[in-house]
């Protein structure tokens, strides 16, 4: 059975193994005070253009995602995001457990807009009943989005004016970011760093075994980050193993590298679709494909892939999603494209 349902089936990259083997016997201070976690923290500061904004490693997305809300909201603030985002849908209301509300929004193929966003601000604070409702104190998004799509430039830094005009932190859901970058957008580390308050280099789903870095760009948000870790089970006493993947990621282009195969591996694929002529529900340019299949479709395939389901269109079709990773390798990638043809 050859996997195409996620993008963390594999452990890790072997360069990160070989590191984390090599330095197994090493005695280091915890809680991410040693030196490994302090390179990875000037590598990534110097990656992003960003020489004054804090780094912190954190296990998992759910995890971080948490931390990040939670340390930002006041009591009686929610976060605003897209009704398909990860903390409204997937996280068994991790972000509801701290006490906060996620403030769902409409989308567009996994997006929401600069306009779309003013209006739905003007409309709370403006209630004559203000302060009987939850306020929105911050903004959600994640790129690429859970339907792999990505915000241009130019989407990214509409939303972030309004952000900034109302006053709410813009936090980036980073966690499949590797493959954003790897496509063509005209988005860089270091613009990310620029057109937001906080977001997080996803490591879980990029060739780490787990981690997640997060860069604070706002000088607001800095204070007490890392006793809001602790609250939160963030902060891993073995913290060394979080600075040693990421430090071997951001040598050498190897975390650019990884985003690389899996979206080169998934163009691949998104053409024999297309060639087939078998509809895609969404124009990801990034590792994650979301094909309609019939029954009789997915029952072939299922013979040999394991791919993930997405929807259920009423009909006899459902949409599938085809995840490619840093590890997909040119066979599988060619036996997938083999069973395509043969449908």
């Not at 984390?20 to 040693?34: I, V």
């Not at 909201?73 to 849908?89: D, F, S």
């Not at 990621?249 to 998934?266: I, K, S, T």
């Not at 009789?296 to 040999?304: G, H, W």
Request: with cysteine.
């Amino acid at each position: 059975m050859i996997r195409f349902d996620s993008d963390y089936t594999e452990g890790c990259h072997p360069r990160v193994l070989a590191a984390l083997t090599e330095t197994n016997m090493e005695q280091t201070p915890g809680y991410g005070t040693d030196e490994h976690c302090e390179r990875a923290r000037r590598m990534i500061r110097a990656a992003c253009g960003a020489p004054d904004a804090d780094v912190h490693f954190l296990v998992g997305g759910t995890q971080t995602n948490t931390a990040v809300i939670a340390s930002v909201l006041r009591p009686t603030e929610g976060v605003l995001c897209p009704e398909t985002g990860h903390i409204n849908c997937h996280e068994t209301g991790a972000i509801e457990s701290t006490g906060h509300k996620v403030l769902a929004l409409p989308h567009e193929n996994g997006k929401i807009s600069a306009q779309q966003l003013r209006a739905e601000v003007e409309r709370l604070r403006g209630d004559e009943c203000y302060e009987h409702i939850v306020q929105p104190g911050m903004v959600y998004i994640s790129q690429p989005t859970e339907f792999g799509t990505l915000y241009s430039k130019t989407e990214l830094t509409e939303l972030f004016a309004v952000c900034r005009e109302f006053e709410l932190p813009l936090f980036i859901d980073g966690a499949r970011l590797g493959y954003a970058l790897a496509t063509d957008s005209d988005l860089t580390l270091c613009d990310y760093a620029q057109l937001c308050d906080v977001f997080y280099i996803g490591g879980t789903k990029v060739g780490l075994l787990f981690g997640e870095a997060v860069v604070v760009c706002n000088a607001a948000l800095k204070k007490d980050f890392r006793n809001m870790m602790k609250q939160r089970g963030g902060l891993l006493a073995k913290g060394r193993l979080l600075g040693v993947q990421f430090e071997t990621m951001f040598e050498d282009g190897l975390y650019l590298e990884c985003g690389r195969v899996a979206v080169e591996a998934a163009s691949q694929i998104r053409r024999a679709l297309l060639k087939k002529k078998l509809p895609l529900a969404f124009d990801s340019p990034t590792n994650q494909l979301f094909v309609e299949l019939t029954r009789k479709q997915q029952a072939a395939l299922a013979e040999n892939f394991a791919l993930g389901k997405w929807d259920v269109t009423g009909g006899d079709t459902d949409v599938l999603r085809i995840c490619t990773s840093w590890a997909t390798t040119q066979e599988q990638t060619d036996a997938l494209i083999a069973a395509i043809r043969a449908l």
